[in-house]
T-cell receptor, first 114, second 114 residues
Framework: NAGVMQNPRHLVRRRGQEARLRCSPM?????VYWYRQLPEEGLKFMVY????????ESGMPKERFSAEFPKEGPSILRIQQVVRGDSAAYFC????????????FGQGTRLTVV | QQQVKQSPQSLIVQKGGISIINCAYE??????FPWYQQFPGKGPALLIA?????SEKKEGRFTISFNKSAKQFSLHIMDSQPGDSATYFC?????????????FGKGTTLSVSS
């Protein structure tokens, strides 16, 4: 049973470019969560999605960031016009249902903006 | 704003010693308190978790102690081993919040010297 798969593992973007981060949840999991981890910081919640729905995006910056979880395919976190402050590790987690409190994390995508 | 405060930021323990990491929260509206272990370049992995109706939970060398009245919980690692060297995050899940949008502490970097 494959775990949560994130790709790419490392992503380098120049300022102003777009970054696309992908997350395939564990088999049977329909809930996806995105977190951002800055150096020396804990994980900050960004957004919670179910298939085709954004449930909670209270942690998402209001501009340049968007997320989707289509009916088919992985969840995508999109960052437009990246700036140096977007450099961080982005983690995706998934869980099988809303009552299950355990979330399984992927290995993360480390975004570097140069 | 709901917060989880974690201390110490870093910890060095001799092999065979006890590692203790503390967390405190400011809001009583949490119903689930997990601890995650993260190795460099990896995603966080659930180590052990507790609910507020229990004061202690033990799994192998890892024990969570929970003090509801003080709004504190701690992780104890008995007989610490070099392989335990990692970053540890405490977290809390708000009650009545959709999904598993955990709020994380800033982490403790544990080094176990041999």
């Amino acid at each position: 049973n494959a775990g949560v798969m994130q790709n790419p593992r490392h992503l380098v973007r120049r300022r102003g470019q777009e970054a696309r981060l992908r997350c395939s949840p564990m088999k049977g999991h329909s809930h996806v969560y995105w977190y951002r981890q800055l150096p020396e910081e804990g994980l900050k919640f960004m957004v919670y999605l179910q298939k085709e729905n954004i449930i909670d995006e209270s942690g998402m910056p209001k501009e340049r960031f968007s997320a989707e979880f289509p009916k088919e395919g992985p969840s995508i976190l999109r960052i437009q016009q990246v700036v140096r402050g977007d450099s961080a590790a982005y983690f995706c987690a998934s869980s099988p249902d809303i009552l299950n409190t355990e979330a399984f994390f992927g290995q993360g995508t480390r975004l570097t903006v140069v | 704003q709901q917060q989880v405060k974690q201390s110490p930021q870093s910890l060095i323990v001799q092999k065979g010693g006890i590692s203790i990491i503390n967390c405190a929260y400011e809001n009583t509206a949490f119903d689930y308190f997990p601890w995650y272990q993260q190795f460099p370049g990896k995603g966080p992995a659930l180590l052990i978790a507790i609910r507020p109706d229990v004061s202690e939970k033990k799994e192998g060398r890892f024990t969570i102690s929970f003090n509801k009245s003080a709004k504190q919980f701690s992780l104890h690692i008995m007989d610490s081993q070099p392989g335990d060297s990692a970053t540890y995050f405490c977290a809390a899940r708000p009650i009545n919040q959709a999904g598993t949008a955990l709020i994380f502490g800033k982490g403790t970097t544990l080094s176990v010297s041999s």
